[in-house]
């Protein structure tokens, strides 16, 4: 099976994006060295699809459909390029795709979070954030791009549960839901960027607490 992908190339990196996977994305100092990590993502990212009640490519062929030209916060290490398509408007059964996908990337965080240690392993320069923190830095980054969807949320103590599924319901429901007016992130850029950040923090957290994610 052919799997759509899209190539984001700042100055210091490549992004390579899979178009209709949310969170399916990675980078690398080229366009080559992007698309082999995507590949080699595939397998850890399936479990993700599964949980959202959808059938991933054992083996997809990746193609890339289109390049975009990346910006600073591509080369800071975050897709951050919009493709004109995705300011299409969504069917209901899209949109409730891309909710099922960011909500099972969700699960896979909290999953992680639940196996790991408060204290992680630093990394070669002592550096890296522990369990809470890493916690902490997903959900405040959530609030930003919640800004992106026309939201405004206070803030979020990550380890209370009850008040950060609040706050991801109402994330939920600006993804399900056609904005009277277009926002400064569409819909499926949103999911995109949040699906990625909380895998690349979930993958993180496994990586280094030793266990699977």
């Avoid at 390579?16 to 397998?43: F, K, S, T």
């Avoid at 890339?64 to 299409?88: C, S, W, Y």
């Avoid at 950040?197 to 979930?202: F, G, I, K, P």
Wanted: net charge positive; proline share 6%.
């Amino acid at each position: 099976m052919t799997e759509a992908v899209y190539l984001e190339s700042g100055a210091k990196r490549v992004f390579a994006c899979a178009v209709d996977w949310p969170g399916w994305a990675r980078c690398g100092r080229d366009a080559d060295a992007a698309i082999e990590a995507l590949r080699a993502a595939g397998p850890r990212y399936a479990p993700i699809a599964a949980a959202a009640g959808l059938s991933f490519p054992k083996d997809p062929q990746l193609e890339v459909v289109e390049r975009l030209t990346g910006n600073a916060t591509t080369d800071f290490g975050a897709p951050g390029a919009i493709r004109k398509a995705d300011a299409e408007r969504l069917t209901g059964a899209q949109a409730k795709r891309l909710v099922a996908v960011v909500e099972a990337s969700w699960a896979a965080l909290d999953r992680a979070a639940a196996k790991a240690p408060e204290v992680l392993p630093k990394g070669p320069r002592g550096g890296g954030r522990d369990r809470s923190e890493v916690l902490a830095h997903v959900i405040e980054a959530e609030r930003m791009y919640a800004r992106g969807l026309g939201l405004r949320a206070a803030a979020v103590d990550p380890l209370d549960r009850a008040a950060a599924a609040a706050f991801r319901r109402m994330l939920s429901a600006a993804l399900l839901t056609e904005p009277d007016e277009p926002t400064r992130w569409p819909r499926r850029f949103a999911a995109r960027r949040i699906a990625w950040h909380v895998l690349d923090h979930a993958w993180e957290i496994a990586d280094r607490a030793g266990s699977s994610a």
